[in-house]
């Protein structure tokens, strides 16, 4: 790669608007224009909603193309009529065909929130704190036919601190990542830089998330559970059934007590601090809640109204 003057940004979700608001403010690589998803509806009165992409190119007076269908032949009359030089894909949401690709002169990259080839795939932070990591990272590539199995560009190694959740590691990686973008874009400007395969023995694949992921199992370990609530908080969510109704915890402790007690039981409830609740080996301490149809809020405070017991069960299986 050598100069990118003329560059297209596809992106949609939150995790995208750092990279795209740090080559708007660059001058040198602001793109063309940008490519998002259409809006969809939203909200409790469903109304169609930009995509937090398209919000800031409004902002910043960059065009803007939502294609139901990025691939479509319509899609790629537009990109091709652009002349771009290269394609910058954050958090799109569709995948782009050889034909889109090739629409630039310089083919398409990604920026990924994992180290590739490890947790190619929809939800790689989350089940990046799922699996207990402590390290994770971004790798910038170059898209090819295969879900994120195109040659390397561009790694960074990033610790994952011991209680981050899902939503403070995206928000770390996205800012992160905007920088490596940028820095990434400025050197290969400068110098070519050839990217590297990836290694196919050492791939691993996350999947999307589904809703029985967000049920909490109390059979499992305190480990198991604490790095669920991390990987769900704060949305969706991972949650459990709290004297008949559904109660999502946000974060939680794991405490080195067992007791007599089934998992699920509540154990006991301490000042100021939360409530404690056997798992499969310990206990967990849930420190922050959220009740069906109210705002998150401390477990403590929780407990002032719910009034609980040590001895009563937690779980879809109570009744």
Known sequence: MSSFKRIIFLG?????????????????????????????????????KPTPVKLLALEHDVNILQPEDINSAESIELISALKPDLLITVAYGQKLKKAVREAAVFGAINLHPSLLPELRGAAPIPFALWQGMVQTGLTIFKLSSRMDAGPVFYKKPLFIFPNENATDLT????????????????EGSEQPREPVEQDE???????????????????????????????????????????????????????????NLPPGSIVSVLKNLGFTVRTADKQLLVRSVQPAGKQIMSAWSYNLGARLASGERMGNDEH
Do not use: H
């Open 12 to 48: 949609s979700s939150s995790f995208a608007v750092p990279s795209l608001k740090a080559l708007i403010e660059s001058e040198q690589f602001k793109p063309l224009a940008v490519v998002t998803q259409p809006d969809r509806p939203g909200g409790r009165n469903l109304q169609p």
């Open 171 to 186: 928000a770390r990686l996205a800012y992160i990542g905007s920088m490596c973008l940028l820095q990434f874009l400025q």
């Open 201 to 259: 023995s050492k791939a691993t694949y996350c999947r999307k998330l589904e809703k029985e992921d967000l049920i909490i199992n109390w059979d499992n370990t305190a480990r198991e559970i604490q790095n669920q609530i991390r990987a769900l908080a704060l949305n969706p969510g991972a949650y459990t059934i709290c004297i008949g109704r559904q109660l999502k915890i946000m974060e939680a402790d794991v405490i080195d007590k067992t007791g």
